[in-house]
């Protein structure tokens, strides 16, 4: 994460919200959830949550 954020200035995700593991993850890392869509990038009945680092 800190090469990323570093290099690439990486500071947001979008997670799918069922996916606990990557939630848990990334809040462990210090981002927080800003936003929730009901599908995903393709139109897909997934819940998206995008999440950015806190700062």
């Known amino acids: 994460m800190d090469?990323?954020?570093k290099a690439?200035?990486?500071n947001t995700v979008d997670v799918n919200e069922?996916?606990?593991q990557?939630?848990?993850f990334y809040e462990k890392l210090g981002?927080?959830?800003i936003e929730r869509s009901e599908r995903?990038?393709?139109g897909k009945?997934?819940?998206i949550l995008?999440?950015?680092l806190q700062m």
Request: hydrophobic content about 45%; charged content about 10%.
């Open 8 to 10: 690439h200035g990486a």
């Open 18 to 20: 069922q996916n606990d």
């Open 40 to 42: 995903d990038g393709a």
């Open 22 to 24: 990557a939630v848990g």
């Open 50 to 52: 995008s999440m950015a």
């Open 45 to 47: 009945p997934f819940p």
């Open 3 to 5: 090469f990323a954020k």
């Open 31 to 33: 981002f927080v959830t």
